[in-house]
């Protein structure tokens, strides 16, 4: 079993940066990817970035390349999230993700570890 927690999320004005952080229990953190998902309120939850278990790969949706930056340090059972320059329709809770594979994955339902979750609020 695998546990994530999130941390890092907050408020931030418009065009300010934050690093989220996803920790993970156990040994196999090492051998999948890590996706990062959001949900904003009244909308589905959508995929935001995924990096291979190697750390070589990475994937990023349109809406935040060029902003965001995905990372991940096996050593210490940790990926990161920065978000750059943020904006308000970043507003969501971000989680973190594992699925059963190395490769990266876009679809939730391909996910099998999940974190609690953390609120990133950005104001205007």
């Known amino acids: 079993q695998v546990h994530l927690v999130e941390s890092g999320g907050g408020l931030v004005q418009a065009g300010g940066s934050l690093r989220l952080a996803c920790v993970a229990s156990?040994?196999?953190?090492?051998?999948?990817?890590v996706g990062w998902f959001r949900q904003a309120p009244g909308k589905e939850r959508e995929f935001v970035t995924g990096?291979?278990?190697?750390?070589?790969?990475?994937r990023y949706a349109d809406s935040v390349k060029g902003r965001f930056t995905i990372s991940r340090d096996s050593a210490k059972n940790t990926a990161y999230l920065q978000m750059n320059s943020l904006k308000p329709e970043d507003t969501a809770v971000y989680y973190c993700?594992?699925?059963?594979?190395?490769?990266?994955?876009?679809?939730?339902?391909?996910?099998?570890?999940w974190g609690q979750g953390t609120q990133v609020t950005v104001s205007s």
């Open positions: 990096i291979s278990a190697s750390g070589v790969t990475t």
């Open positions: 156990g040994e196999t953190f090492r051998r999948y990817a």
């Open positions: 993700a594992q699925p059963l594979t190395p490769l990266i994955r876009d679809t939730e339902d391909t996910y099998r570890y």
